[in-house]
C-alpha cells in the first residue's frame, strides 16, 4: 500500500474541499451554501424540535431563517475555517444566535403592538411568559444529541455514496454489492459468493476493496468538516456508536 493510500489519498492538513471552495470567492461560498444546506438541515430541524428554542418558532422556519441570515453573510464561513470548531458545532452555535434574534424581533414586536410575541410551537409552556429570556438560550445536550445522530446518519450515507460511485467508475460495482450484502444485509461471503460465482476470497478481496474506500470518504468528509487528523480515530468510533442509538 503506497503512502498516499495509508492517509487516504488526502493531505493530513485541512486543505479540504470546503477550504478551496472559501478560496474561490462567490462561487465557491454558493456551492459551499448548497452543500450546508443540504446536509444540515434535517438535523438542525432535529435540534430544534428536540430542545426549548420549538417555543419561538416552526422548526422549519427557524432553520431557514438561520441559512437566510448567516449562509449569505460572506465572513460566516471563512469565521467558522478560523474558529478551530467542527462545522456542525459552529452551526448549531449559529442557530442557537439566530433563535435568540428572532425570540427578540418577536417581543419587540408584541410591545410595539406589532404581534401578539412568540407563540409556542411543539413544546410544553403554554404561553411566552413561562418560556425562559431570550438571553438564557444555551446548548441542550439531549437535543445535541438528536442533532448528532441524525447528522452522523447523514455523513455515513454521504460517504457510502461516494465509495459507491468511485468503485462504479473504476467498473467494481460487485466491490460495494458484496460489501453492502455483508455489512448491511448480514450475508456470510459463501453465500455471496455463490450468488455472484466467485470463490469466498475473491469476495473477501472485494468488500476490502470496498471498506477502504468507504472509510476513505468518510475521512474525506470528516476533513471538511474541520475535524483534524489527530481527533479522526475517536470522531468516526463516536459517529458510528451515535448513528446505531
Known amino acids: 500500500m503506497t503512502g498516499d493510500e495509508r492517509d487516504g489519498g488526502f493531505p493530513t492538513k485541512q486543505a479540504t474541499w470546503i477550504h478551496t471552495r472559501l478560496v474561490e470567492g462567490a462561487s465557491g461560498r454558493e456551492e459551499i451554501n448548497t452543500h450546508v444546506m443540504s446536509r444540515y438541515a434535517t438535523p438542525l ?61 418577536l417581543r419587540r414586536a408584541a410591545r410595539d403592538g406589532a404581534g401578539a410575541g412568540p407563540a409556542c410551537v411543539g413544546c410544553a409552556c ?47 460495482a460487485n466491490a460495494w454489492e458484496i460489501f453492502r450484502r455483508h455489512h448491511l444485509d448480514g450475508l456470510e461471503y459463501a453465500e455471496i459468493a455463490q450468488q455472484l460465482r ?14 477502504y474506500r468507504y472509510e476513505r470518504a468518510l475521512v474525506r468528509l470528516l476533513r471538511d468538516e474541520g475535524v483534524g487528523d489527530d481527533d479522526m480515530d475517536a470522531e468516526i468510533a463516536w459517529i458510528v456508536e451515535v448513528s446505531g442509538r
Open 45 to 105: 430541524r432535529a435540534y430544534v424540535l428536540g430542545s426549548s428554542i420549538c417555543r419561538i418558532d416552526d422548526a422549519d422556519a427557524l432553520v431557514n431563517g438561520f441559512f437566510a441570515s448567516r449562509l449569505s453573510r460572506e465572513d460566516f464561513l471563512t469565521a467558522w475555517r478560523d474558529s478551530g470548531l467542527p462545522l456542525r458545532r459552529w452551526l448549531v452555535n449559529g442557530l442557537l444566535l439566530h433563535a435568540r434574534e428572532r425570540e427578540r424581533e
Open 126 to 172: 403554554v404561553s411566552s411568559t413561562s418560556c425562559r429570556d431570550a438571553e438564557e438560550i444555551g446548548l441542550e445536550p439531549s437535543a445535541f444529541e438528536q442533532f448528532e445522530r441524525a447528522w452522523s446518519r447523514a455523513l455515513l450515507t454521504d460517504a457510502c455514496t461516494l465509495a459507491e460511485h468511485e468503485l462504479v467508475a473504476e467498473h467494481d
Open 198 to 211: 466467485m470463490t469466498s476470497a475473491e469476495a473477501r478481496t472485494h468488500a476490502r476493496r470496498a471498506a
